[in-house]
């Protein structure tokens, strides 16, 4: 209380309160002067100390101050937000009451309107599931009708929710009919069936008209394929057989079936002129509209001729004539509705005629080949005491019997006539040039495995070996090269071949008849002339045994000459007289075209 009296005119009155400095008075005044004196200077050296401190102290924590400065300003701009958004929620909130007191008031009055149309949107609500249940149950009739309502609700509310939903719900279920119709189409339908269910598919209005057709063609292509599928393919004959029956009953079908669809395909004239082979003779639709179904019309009948040329390659050529027959009858059927394509399969039956015919061939020069391996000149048997007369050639189609002499001839004669009959019962003329090629090469065969067997034995050969040998070379240029001539003049009439060609009768007679004189040119030097015949039976009438039967030798020389004279005459008869007693056979040829 002294020090207040005291430092009062020196100090303010405030510091009176601070307790801190009321006792720093209280400790001063018990100090002694000495004390008192050095007080001042402990006092600066103090506060420069403390001065040095907080130097150090705000260069430490500089950044926690500003840290600390920034804080307190975005607590007071917060704070201040905070207190403009408490003015104004204050200022709206009476109008916000009274709007939240207006929209009750207007969810009780929907409530109770919905509650009042509860039947109505409860049916509402049930379409999705009818339109299911509907197309489950083969209504598509109604499901249409549902989908057409929904279609209505979609452009008019679209932008409700629940319509929405609705909207897709149903959707969903119209994928399911549409599934439900091309899978309808897939199965055995007939075409009443087929009209309904493309009116439907043209109502659910999924599909532009073309590709409305290309759904068509690839769901009766899918139920073709299932009913080719089915067919067992163990047996080439049975599967080609049944294939070509089911190509045409049902691809009847579904041409008949499309164009009674799409009515607006008309039939017009042909408009490419380069084009494939199968097209050439389809009858050809108009190019704007249904080129989808003449393109599917020509993959399947080039499918079709696939699986013909699979199968026959395959081992049914024996019954070629059968297959042929069935063919052209599917052809013939397609004619009616413009796909023509038996011109198509003519190519493909002579390519399996002459396959057929060169297999048969080769097998039979393989039975040649192995009878000649084993085949001695010595082992011919003489089975006739005269030879046969020379006018029987030509006229018989059995084999000659004097080929029995030679195991070797008469195996591949026989094996000729079976591939003359099986080529008789489907032989195009087109495959004469062919036929005679091929027996070309047969003959060149049989006269070079007769010259290898002269070449391998001919130091060896007896008297009667050589006497057999030279009867084999005669019997091949005589008896079977005429043979096979008169088969093939069977198989290929020359009548028919001028009338198809366009050309003389002696000109067609070339085209099919083997060249007997080209083909044994190497053989003839082997066989003897009429001269030397001649010759020799003037040696032995002029011997000196009979010199004194000058008369009789003269007479008998006169009758070989008479004789011949008379086989020169026959000789040189001209082909044309051939030809004509061919025609008075009247051998027909079964198969021209």
């Not at 009451?97 to 409530?111: K, Y």
């Not at 389809?282 to 190019?287: D, E, G, H, L, R």
């Not at 050589?466 to 088969?487: A, G, R, Y």
């Not at 001209?574 to 056979?585: D, H, Y």
Request: with cysteine; proline share 4%.
């Amino acid at each position: 209380m002294d020090s207040e009296g005291v430092f009062t005119d020196i100090f303010p009155a405030e510091w009176a309160a601070d307790s801190d400095f009321c006792e720093y008075l209280q400790e001063l005044s018990g100090y002694p002067l000495a004390t008192l004196k050095k007080e001042p200077e402990r006092l600066a050296e103090a506060r420069e100390e403390n001065q040095i401190q907080t130097q150090e102290l705000a260069f430490k924590n500089y950044k926690t101050f500003i840290q600390t400065a920034d804080c307190t300003r975005d607590v007071f701009s917060e704070f201040s937000t905070v207190e403009g958004r408490l003015e104004n929620l204050l200022e709206h909130l009476p109008g916000a009451i009274d709007n939240w007191w207006s929209t009750i008031s207007h969810d009780r009055q929907m409530n109770n309107l919905t509650k009042s149309r509860y039947t109505e949107l409860l049916e509402l609500l049930e379409v999705p599931q009818l339109v299911d249940t509907t197309v489950r149950n083969g209504y598509y009739e109604e499901a249409l009708e549902l989908i057409e309502f929904i279609r209505k609700l979609e452009r008019k509310f679209s932008h409700i929710k629940i319509i929405a939903d609705i909207v897709r719900a149903v959707k969903a279920s119209s994928h399911l009919l549409l599934n439900h119709l091309l899978s309808q189409l897939k199965t055995n339908v007939q075409l009443p069936a087929c009209l309904r269910i493309i009116s439907y598919l043209r109502r659910m209005n999924c599909f532009s008209e073309a590709e409305l057709r290309i759904k068509f063609l690839q769901a009766r292509d899918f139920w073709l394929q299932t009913n080719l599928k089915a067919i067992p393919d163990n047996d080439p004959h049975t599967h080609i057989t049944k294939t070509i029956e089911a190509c045409r009953v049902h691809m009847f079908d579904i041409i008949t079936q499309y164009r009674a669809i799409f009515s607006d395909d008309e039939r017009i004239g042909s408009h490419h002129e380069n084009k494939s082979n199968i097209s050439r003779f389809i009858t050809c639709f108009n190019p704007n509209k249904s080129l989808l179904f003449h393109s599917w019309v020509v993959r399947k009948v080039n499918k079709f001729l696939e699986v013909l040329e699979t199968d026959l390659d395959r081992g049914c050529a024996q019954h070629l004539e059968a297959i042929l027959a069935q063919s052209m009858y599917f052809g013939l059927s397609f004619s009616r509705v413009g796909a023509d394509f038996r011109p198509l399969l003519m190519p493909i039956f002579m390519n399996a005629a002459e396959k057929y015919f060169d297999d048969q061939i080769s097998k039979a020069e393989q039975d040649f080949l192995h009878y000649m391996a084993h085949f001695q000149i010595s082992e011919s048997v003489s089975l006739f005491s005269t030879p046969i007369a020379s006018c029987g050639i030509g006229v018989s189609l059995q084999p000659p019997t004097s080929l029995l002499e030679f195991i070797p001839l008469a195996v591949l004669a026989n094996g000729c006539q079976t591939a003359f009959t099986n080529l008789r019962l489907c032989c195009p003329i087109a495959l004469a040039p062919k036929v005679k090629g091929r027996l070309t090469i047969m003959a060149n065969l049989v006269i070079e495995r007769i010259i290898q067997l002269y070449r391998a034995e001919a130091v060896s050969f007896t008297s009667r070996e050589k006497e057999s040998f030279t009867k084999l070379c005669s019997t091949v240029i005589s008896e079977f090269l005429p043979f096979v001539n008169t088969c093939l003049s069977n198989l290929f009439p020359s009548a028919t071949l001028a009338a198809s060609l366009g050309i003389p009768v002696r000109e067609s007679v070339e085209i099919y008849s083997l060249d007997v004189n080209k083909i044994c040119q190497r053989l003839k030097q082997h066989v003897p002339t009429e001269e030397d015949v001649i010759c020799e039976k003037t040696e032995e009438k002029s011997s000196p045994e009979m010199v004194t039967e000058n008369g009789d030798n003269s007479h008998e020389e006169d009758q070989v000459e008479l004789h011949s004279n008379d086989e020169n005459n026959d000789a040189e008869k001209p082909v044309e007289t051939e030809l004509n007693q061919e025609k008075e056979k009247g051998k027909d040829n079964l198969y021209s075209n």
